[in-house]
């Protein structure tokens, strides 16, 4: 059973401040999504890497995709309260989204 | 631009009691999905449909079943509802199954069984 761990699981900081949440698998991925859900709504695809090493910008959001693509990162640059969601890491692991596995999330919480 | 919309938004149910939830996109995919969310168990498949007539089972599939009688529609339904499907349910859809394809998710139905 393939299992994406993502950490923390928990993460509340000022404005304007950076952070960096994970995504990690013992498994290797073929392709991994990053997605926001804010209360009451469903997710919301941020990214997709496909390939290991690869690094895409949106905005102040970084997303890396690990050499072996086991791992992946999302940084923020200057955190906004705009940006406080959950954030979800979803791996596939078959070429089909019929074997897309989600993370737990990270629940970032943003002050102003 | 309407996208994937799900109805109920809320529903109470007691044990026992069955319920079908609707879920319409009108982007004309032919990939469409059910999962729940729990608490500490992030999104779980539950079935899912490759095009219209066709379903196949996801990762809890167990006290559901599904149909998809009409490529823009994809209703799952509870036969026999138990406390253990208290959950929120999100409907999802998709172009293609291809490789990093985006989901296209509803607001989802969150469901209270007592």
């Known amino acids: 059973t393939q299992l994406l761990e993502q950490s923390p699981q928990f993460l509340s900081i000022q404005e304007g401040e950076n952070l960096t949440v994970y995504c990690n698998s013992s498994?290797?991925?073929?392709?991994l999504q990053w997605y926001r859900q804010e209360p009451g709504e469903g997710p919301v695809l941020l990214v997709t890497?496909?390939?290991?090493?690869e690094v895409k910008k949106l905005k102040r959001l970084t997303f890396q995709f690990g050499d072996a693509r086991k791992d992946s990162s999302l940084h923020i640059t200057a955190a906004q309260p705009g940006d406080t969601g959950l954030y979800l890491c979803?791996?596939?692991?078959?070429?089909?989204?019929?074997?897309?596995?989600f993370g737990k999330g990270t629940k970032l919480s943003v002050k102003p | 631009n309407a996208g994937v919309t799900q109805t109920p938004k809320f529903r109470v149910l007691k044990t026992g009691q069955s319920m079908t939830l609707l879920c319409a996109q009108d982007?004309?995919?032919?990939?469409m999905y059910w999962y729940r969310q729990d608490p500490g168990m992030g999104l779980r498949l539950i079935h899912y449909?490759?095009?219209?007539?066709?379903?196949a089972k996801g990762e809890v599939p167990d006290g559901y079943n599904v149909s998809r009688l009409k490529k823009q529609n994809f209703l799952l339904g509870l036969e026999s509802a138990a406390p253990s499907q208290t959950s929120v349910y999100f409907c999802?859809?998709?172009?293609?199954?291809?490789?990093?394809?985006?989901?296209?998710f509803g607001s989802g139905t969150q469901l209270s069984v007592l």
């Open positions: 449909s490759v095009g219209e007539g066709t379903t």
């Open positions: 999802a859809s998709s172009r293609t199954d291809r490789e990093g394809e985006k989901l296209f």
């Open positions: 979803a791996g596939e692991f078959g070429g089909s989204q019929g074997n897309l596995i």
């Open positions: 982007m004309n995919h032919e990939y």
């Open positions: 498994s290797v991925f073929s392709s």
């Open positions: 890497v496909v390939t290991g090493g």
